[in-house]
C-alpha cells in the first residue's frame, strides 16, 4: 500500500527465503498451523492508520456510553446468558476491508468486531521470526500504544492471568488440540504459561471449576474464553456428558461469553461513521435502499464468514424464517491494494484491543491481517493461490 516499500519488499523476496522462514515457524509447534501463511506483511501507510484507529476508538465510545449495555441486552440469547459479567470487555477485535473511497484513494471500511480473542499468543511469536527471514522498514511497528514485544506480553499476562498464578488460569476451548487456531494455544501457553482444556475436562465442586494436570487437581480461578456457543450447540451430543459452563461458577471469565454477543455483528446497525458500511436488521427493513448488489446478507450468530450471502438474490432474502437474527450491510469493495508477482491481493486488518482492570479504557495492543484474491477474506479461502493467507500489517508511526 506504499509504493516504494512494496516495491523495494517484493525485488528482494525469494521463495527460499520464505521456505526458510515458514520451516523456522513450523518447526516452533510441529504440524499445529493449519491455515496458510501469506508470502508478505503488510505496510500500512500513517493517513490510512490514524483513519483505522480513529475508528476503533468511535466505536469504543459507544460501548462506554450508559445505554449501551441495554440496547445489547437483546443480543445474547436468553438460552446463552452467563452470570458472573464484570462490566467490561477484556479483549475486543475489530476487522477492516481496505477499500477505495470514491475518490480512488485507500480507505478502511469495518466488516465485523467481536467481544473475543483472536490469535493474540500466535501475533506475539509469529511477527519476530518473519523479522528474521524478511526487511522491515524504519519508523513501522505491529504493535501499538508504544508496546514493543515484552511490552506486549506484560500486557497480555496482566489481562488474561491477572493476580493469579498461571495454573489457576486455563485457556477454555472445545477439544482444543482438533481447532484450526490451536496454534494460538500453544504460543499462549509457551508465553502465559496457562493450560489449554477442554470443557469437557471440567470438574465441579459446589460452585468452582477444576481440572487436572500432571496428576494433580487445581482449582480455576479464571478463564480465558475461547468457547464459542454457537458450536458448542452444534457438537454438544457428541462431547458427552459435560458441565453446563452457563451456571453461576466462581470464575473471572475473560473476557465473559456474553460480550460475544454484545460486541459483534449485533452492534453495527446501531452505529454510524464514515468508515462504518452502513448496516439494518432484516426484520426492520421495509424496501432495499438501492440495488441487490449493493448489498450482503449476513447471519448474526455465525463465525469465520460462515452463511454471509456475498452475491445476493431476492429467494435469499425471502428465504430467511428469522429476519431479526440477520442483517444486511451496504457491500464494500475490497482494493487491490497488495501488488504481488501474480495477482494483486485484498486484504482485511484486524486491530486487538486489551483492556486491563482499573483502566478506563482500552488500549490497541496488536494486529493480524489476512491476504485474499477471491471473493471472501479469511485463511480458509482460496489457499490454492500464493502470496494469500495470514499475515501483520506495520503501521507507519
Known sequence: MIPGIRQAFNDRYTREAYAHFLEELQAQH??????????????????LGVAILDTCEYIIDQI???GFLDYTAASVPVYDRVPGDIGQPQILTFDFGICEDAAGQLSPQLIEMQGFPSLLGF?????????KHFPIPEGFSNFFSGLDRQ????????????????EEVVLLEIQPERQKTRVDFLCTRNLLGIQPVCITQ???????????????RIRIRRIYNRVIFDELHAVR?????????????????????????????????FLRHPYIPETWFLDQVKALPGSMSDFVLK?????????????????????????????????????DAILTPQDPAKVEIRIMYLWKQGE??????????????????????????????????????
Request: proline share 8%; hydrophobic share 40%.
Open 30 to 47: 510441529p504440524g499445529a498451523i493449519e491455515f496458510r501463511i501469506a508470502e508478505t506483511p503488510v505496510f500500512v501507510p500513517k493517513a
Open 64 to 66: 462506554l456510553e450508559p
Open 123 to 131: 501475533q506475539a511469536m509469529y511477527p519476530a521470526l518473519l523479522e
Open 151 to 166: 511490552r506486549y506480553a506484560s500486557l497480555l499476562q496482566e489481562v488474561i492471568v491477572g493476580d493469579c498464578a498461571p
Open 202 to 216: 471440567l470438574k465441579p465442586e459446589g460452585r468452582y471449576l477444576y481440572y487436572e494436570h500432571d496428576g494433580r
Open 237 to 269: 451430543d457428541r462431547l458427552g456428558k459435560i458441565i453446563d459452563i452457563r451456571d453461576g461458577w466462581d470464575v473471572t471469565w475473560v473476557p465473559h461469553p456474553d460480550w460475544f454477543y454484545r460486541v459483534s455483528k449485533y452492534t453495527l446497525p
Open 299 to 335: 447471519p448474526l450468530f455465525s463465525f469465520a464468514g460462515q452463511g454471509v450471502v456475498i452475491d445476493l438474490q431476492p429467494s435469499d432474502i425471502e428465504g430467511v424464517s428469522d429476519p431479526a437474527h440477520w442483517i444486511l450491510q451496504r457491500k464494500v469493495r475490497y482494493a
Open 360 to 397: 478506563t479504557r482500552p488500549m490497541a495492543a496488536t494486529n493480524l491481517a489476512r491476504l485474499s484474491k477471491g471473493k471472501m477474506i479469511g485463511v480458509r479461502y482460496n489457499t490454492d493461490k500464493e502470496w494469500v493467507g495470514g499475515s501483520v500489517a506495520y503501521f507507519e508511526s
